[in-house]
């Protein structure tokens, strides 16, 4: 069964500080993965995309990797401001659909 | 970059009474629209596909006749939540993609979502 599981759940930590957000998939077969950051009340907005050739990049403060050999990626945010606040989920799509499955989302608080 | 646009994004309605949901890509031609939905605090659910031209298809557990979508044009799918009902009440997202012409490498794009309250 295709899934996508995403850690912590809730992450709080302290403006300035830095964060790495965790997304183990079992998508197969793997065709990319997407980060998206949703605010609260608000769609969905794309960070990145990373195919299979590729195992790092980069989005202004946010850096995602991929290790497609272990199914992992992380998304890490450097010098977290209060307007990282946010939901962070992990999409994967598998090479043979449109579908995206979506992980269930990392929430992040970022306090003063 | 690509948008898409959502409307209204918020709408309160009373119990039986229908409420459509308009989904727009603005600068890209959209042969297929995805309807989700969102419960507090959980991920996005695909209730259906919506593909210009022709039935949307469904996910199971979704009722067809309750959830009517129409995607008469590139650009343009609408959802109507007929005879709402206070269970209805959620937020909906609609997202549109931007064929790369890479296999499974569209670019996805999410309106803003809808929040609707059935009272």
Same mark, same amino acid.
């Given at each position: 069964?295709?899934?996508?599981?995403?850690?912590?759940?809730?992450?709080?930590i302290?403006?300035?500080?830095n964060?790495?957000?965790?997304c183990?998939?079992?998508?197969s077969?793997? @065709? +990319?993965? %997407?980060w998206?950051?949703?605010?609260?009340?608000?769609?969905?907005v $794309?960070?990145?995309?990373? !195919?299979? &050739?590729e195992n790092?990049k @980069? +989005?202004g %403060?946010?850096?995602?990797?991929l290790?497609?050999?272990?199914?992992? $990626?992380?998304?890490?945010? !450097?010098? &977290?401001?209060?307007?990282? @606040?946010?939901?962070?989920?992990?999409?994967?799509?598998?090479?043979?659909?449109q579908?995206?499955?979506f992980?269930?989302?990392?929430?992040?608080?970022?306090?003063? | 970059?690509?948008?898409?646009?959502?409307?209204?994004?918020?709408?309160?309605?009373?119990?039986?009474?229908?409420v459509?949901?308009?989904?727009r890509?603005?600068?890209?031609?959209?042969t297929?629209?995805?309807?989700?939905?969102q419960?507090?605090k959980?991920?996005l659910?695909?209730?259906a596909?919506?593909?210009?031209?022709?039935?949307?298809?469904?996910?199971?557990?979704?009722?067809?006749d309750?959830?009517l979508?129409?995607h008469?044009?590139?650009?343009?799918?609408?959802?109507?939540?007929?005879?709402?009902?206070?269970?209805?009440?959620s937020?909906?997202?609609?997202?549109?993609?931007?064929?790369?012409g890479?296999?499974?490498?569209?670019?996805?794009?999410?309106?803003?979502?809808?929040?609707?309250?059935?009272?």
């Amino acid at each position: 069964k295709n899934q996508v599981e995403q850690s912590p759940q809730s992450l709080i930590i302290l403006e300035g500080k830095n964060c790495t957000l965790q997304c183990n998939y079992t998508v197969s077969p793997f @065709s +990319n993965l %997407r980060w998206y950051k949703q605010d609260t009340g608000r769609g969905p907005v $794309s960070l990145t995309i990373m !195919t299979f &050739s590729e195992n790092t990049k @980069s +989005n202004g %403060r946010y850096t995602a990797t991929l290790d497609a050999d272990t199914k992992q $990626s992380s998304l890490h945010i !450097t010098a &977290s401001q209060l307007s990282d @606040s946010a939901s962070y989920i992990c999409v994967v799509t598998s090479i043979y659909g449109q579908n995206f499955v979506f992980g269930p989302g990392t929430r992040l608080s970022v306090l003063p | 970059g690509a948008v898409v646009s959502q409307h209204p994004s918020r709408v309160i309605c009373k119990s039986g009474t229908s409420v459509k949901i308009e989904c727009r890509s603005l600068d890209f031609q959209a042969t297929t629209m995805f309807w989700y939905r969102q419960f507090p605090k959980q991920s996005l659910m695909l209730m259906a596909t919506s593909n210009e031209g022709s039935k949307a298809t469904y996910e199971q557990g979704v009722e067809k006749d309750k959830f009517l979508i129409n995607h008469a044009s590139l650009t343009l799918s609408t959802l109507t939540v007929t005879s709402a009902h206070p269970e209805d009440s959620s937020f909906y997202i609609c997202s549109a993609r931007d064929w790369t012409g890479e296999v499974g490498n569209t670019e996805a794009f999410f309106g803003q979502g809808t929040r609707l309250t059935v009272v």
